[in-house]
């Protein structure tokens, strides 16, 4: 199978009312061959943005561009995109070579030009097998694998994804990202992948934008929105173990969070009301004071431990409550106890402030 072109895709202010439902003012701008995620809680309006970009609805305000060309009124069968739903959205009355090449026929392909792309897509997506059997007969993840083949045998330049992994059951799930991590690189096409599942944005994504009641709340690389959330919805969606909240005045070079009983040193200049996030991976954890470039030491007292297989998850009371994550053998060699005296170290870089 040929590579695909990936097209370039953009929003510009995009709004369309549904009911009690809006999305409101949604402005992407999604590189050709990009795979790009939209990460975001159910209900905040990921499927309703891609039925807009596929062309399946028509926006109330805002212009859809494809590679610079506005595509806001062209019909869905001319945008080029090809859309795999969480639900598959298969013919039982068609067996899995049929479905497969549905697409084909409605463009009028010659059959042995559509079966040899019938059967070159299946043999990538390890679905040969099952080409003559009835779809209702296959799993959930060799039946999300049919969905995506009859999207894929179109050779679309952009590829729509819904959820695809949320209805393949956990063994498969794993097998079902890295099959797609391996067809972008392959075919090159450009990947829209909306999902609730932030594990599975990062094993896939090359940017990210999380969306929140039909709005886009951030976007940017896979670290960046990670490492250094805009709110506190953001942090919170995301499983930020430290969100605290405190009060920021300069001092000095630095920034200095007071927060519950404890004081943060933070690089970034802010001032006023905010909120501090710290990636537990980013604190030093030990049993006495060392000496240390870190601007941020604090004693504390353990209040919680959690076994997370080779981590252990260490929870400190500092004058706030602060969540370490550990190795097993460190866990094992510090000694740890409820109630054992401990010291975090962390670095002012290491603490992202952000207004409230």
């Known amino acids: 199978m040929t590579s695909m072109d990936g097209v370039g895709v953009e929003t510009i202010r995009l709004s369309r009312r549904w009911g009690d439902f809006i999305i409101k003012d949604v402005s992407l701008a999604v590189e050709p ?26 926006p109330d305000v805002g212009n859809i561009l494809f590679d610079g060309k506005d595509v806001t009124r062209t019909p869905p069968e001319r945008r080029g995109a090809g859309f795999v739903y ?16 549905f697409g084909l026929r409605n463009r009028r392909k010659q ?21 003559e059997r009835d ?31 949320s209805s393949v059951d956990p063994p498969k799930r794993a097998e079902l990202v890295d099959m797609l991590r391996l067809m972008h690189r392959e075919l090159g096409m450009t990947v829209i992948h909306v999902t609730h ?19 886009i709340v951030q976007t940017g690389s896979t670290e960046e929105v990670f490492r250094h959330p805009g709110s506190e919805f953001v942090a919170r969606f995301l499983g930020s173990e430290n969100i605290i909240r405190g009060y920021a005045r300069p001092s000095g070079e630095l920034t200095v969070v007071s927060a519950g009983a404890a004081e943060l040193n933070a690089s ?26 870190a601007r941020n030491v604090l004693k504390g007292c353990v209040t919680g431990l959690e076994d ?17 994550f550990v190795t097993r053998q460190s866990f094992e060699e510090l000694g740890l106890t409820i109630g054992s005296n401990a010291y975090v170290y962390f670095k002012a870089q290491s603490v992202h402030v952000f207004k409230r």
């Open 268 to 293: 970034r200049r802010v001032t006023g009301d905010v909120s501090v996030t710290i990636r537990p991976e980013d604190i030093i954890l030990s049993r006495r004071r060392t000496r240390t470039s």
């Open 308 to 324: 997370m297989g080779t981590l252990v998850s260490v929870t400190v009371d500092c004058g706030i409550p602060l969540v370490v």
């Open 197 to 215: 599942d932030r594990q599975e944005a990062i094993a896939l994504a090359d940017r990210i934008a999380i969306i929140d009641a039909g709005r």
């Open 33 to 58: 061959g990009e795979y790009f995620c939209v990460l975001g809680p159910t209900g905040a309006g990921k499927t309703l943005l891609l039925e807009l970009l596929a062309g399946f609805f028509q």
């Open 111 to 131: 059959a042995d030009e559509s079966r040899r792309l019938v059967e070159e897509i299946a043999g990538r997506l390890g679905i040969s097998e099952f080409l």
């Open 135 to 165: 779809v209702t007969s296959l799993s959930g993840g060799e039946q999300q694998r049919v969905s995506l083949a009859r999207a894929l045998v179109l050779h679309p330049r952009l590829l729509l994804l819904d959820e695809p992994t």
């Open 86 to 101: 969480q639900q598959y959205m298969l013919f039982p009355h068609l067996n899995v070579f049929e479905n497969i090449a």
